[in-house]
């Protein structure tokens, strides 16, 4: 069983960043795909990235290119979500999540693994 912990959310002006992490438990880390969804008040969750269990070839979201970046560190097992010009539309709980075949899908049915969530609030 893996266990994920998501740090690192909380309110923030537009214009600003925040980074989230995202620590995994167990040793097995490092061969999973991780990704970051999110999900705003009334709306489905969605994929805003991704990064393989290589490291390379991130996936993102429209919304995101260009202002969100992931990266990982296997010694650490943790996965690290920065995120910079921050909108008011980037409001939502954020979620990291692992997918064991070492590969990342946008869509959130393939991971197995899911953190509880941090809150991120960006304001105008």
């Known amino acids: 069983q893996v266990q994920l912990v998501e740090s690192g959310g909380g309110l923030v002006q537009a214009g600003g960043s925040l980074r989230l992490s995202c620590s995994a438990s167990?040793?097995?880390?490092?061969?999973?795909?991780m990704g970051w969804f999110r999900q705003a008040p009334g709306k489905e969750r969605e994929f805003v990235i991704g990064?393989?269990?290589?490291?390379?070839?991130?996936d993102s979201a429209d919304s995101v290119k260009g202002r969100f970046v992931i990266s990982r560190d296997n010694a650490k097992n943790t996965v690290y979500l920065q995120m910079n010009s921050l909108k008011p539309e980037d409001t939502a709980v954020y979620y990291c999540?692992?997918?064991?075949?070492?590969?990342?899908?946008?869509?959130?049915?393939?991971?197995?693994?899911w953190g509880q969530g941090t809150q991120v609030t960006v304001s105008s």
């Open positions: 167990g040793s097995t880390f490092s061969t999973y795909g």
């Open positions: 999540a692992a997918d064991t075949s070492g590969m990342i899908y946008r869509s959130s049915t393939t991971y197995e693994y």
């Open positions: 990064i393989t269990w290589t490291g390379g070839r991130p």
